[in-house]
């Protein structure tokens, strides 16, 4: 019985989690991070109650200390996070920060599960991995458009800064600023989910960084950096209505990430001999 409802509770909390994260993702695609509802806490609230029961009833099955277990201390480190988010949203108005919280959530769960329960030996099926590099290339692939939007936004806005004609500028051929904004943004918000994807099911390869290979770590470590650098961006035009240079100064940093993520897809095969 108790293996079941480990299994339960986990296909829970992703289940939930995953449902928290689409609804805060599409509260700050539509702009409504003023007025939000209380949908998208309620889920994340019911993923991190699944999530919890998953880590006491696997804590059991495994007869792990949980003190003892880097698995437990993710978890818990999360669940508290949730918890407080919970407590803080309405007084501190921070309800778009679930962007954030709801797919750490995800991510900590998913890989709590196959860390804890992978061996050496296991092999994922192709599809599975086909479907984690579709979503981080697509994902990625849109990214690096919203970077190019940025750069030509950051040129533009200095071209007016130094005092170029406004007839210069209707004749150099880049779109206006406001243009420029707007499709960064875009660009953002279409590849945001794929990348949370990608990450979400890259978990499922990380006890490969026990081996040390490099082309992994950088991988791994680049990834995340990119996702947390665009959901910032995002959470922040939302929240504090970034936008413009800062705006674009945070896409160009994702960007930068996604070309290194980019790199070490294309030389993995050369490196690896």
Not at 90 to 103: C, D, E, V, Y
Not at 198 to 206: E, F, I, P
Request: charged share 15%; hydrophobic share 55%.
């Amino acid at each position: 019985m108790s293996p079941a409802l480990s299994s339960v509770s986990f296909a829970a909390a992703v289940l939930f989690y995953a449902a928290a994260s689409t609804r805060f993702y599409l509260e700050i695609a539509r702009g409504k991070t003023q007025e939000p509802s209380t949908t998208g806490a309620l889920l994340l609230g019911i993923g991190a109650a699944a999530h919890a029961c998953y880590v006491v009833i696997a804590s059991f099955i495994a007869h792990v200390c949980p003190v003892h277990s880097v698995h437990f201390i993710l978890s818990m480190a999360v669940l508290f996070a949730v918890f407080m988010y919970l407590v803080a949203r309405t007084r501190f108005r921070i309800h778009a920060l679930g962007l954030i919280i709801a797919p750490l959530g995800l991510v900590v769960t998913l890989g709590t599960f196959f860390l804890g329960t992978a061996s050496p030996d296991a092999r994922l099926p192709a599809s599975f991995i086909g479907f984690h590099v579709f979503a981080n290339l697509v994902g990625e692939a849109l990214f690096l458009l919203a970077g190019c939007a940025a750069i030509m936004y950051l040129v533009q806005e200095k071209r007016l800064k130094n005092k170029k004609t406004l007839l210069l500028e209707k004749h150099s051929g880049l779109p206006p600023l406001d243009s420029l904004d707007k499709a960064v943004h875009r660009f953002l918000i279409a590849g945001f989910p794929l990348l949370t994807l990608g990450v979400a099911t890259g978990t499922v390869w990380a006890k490969k960084l026990e081996d040390g290979s490099t082309d992994e770590i950088l991988r791994a470590v680049f990834g995340y950096l990119t996702w947390l650098l665009i959901a910032g961006v995002l959470l922040l035009r939302g929240v504090a209505g970034w936008r413009g240079r800062r705006a674009a100064y945070g896409t160009v940093a994702g960007f930068a990430c996604a070309v290194v993520v980019l790199l070490v897809y294309v030389f993995r095969p050369t490196a690896g001999g």
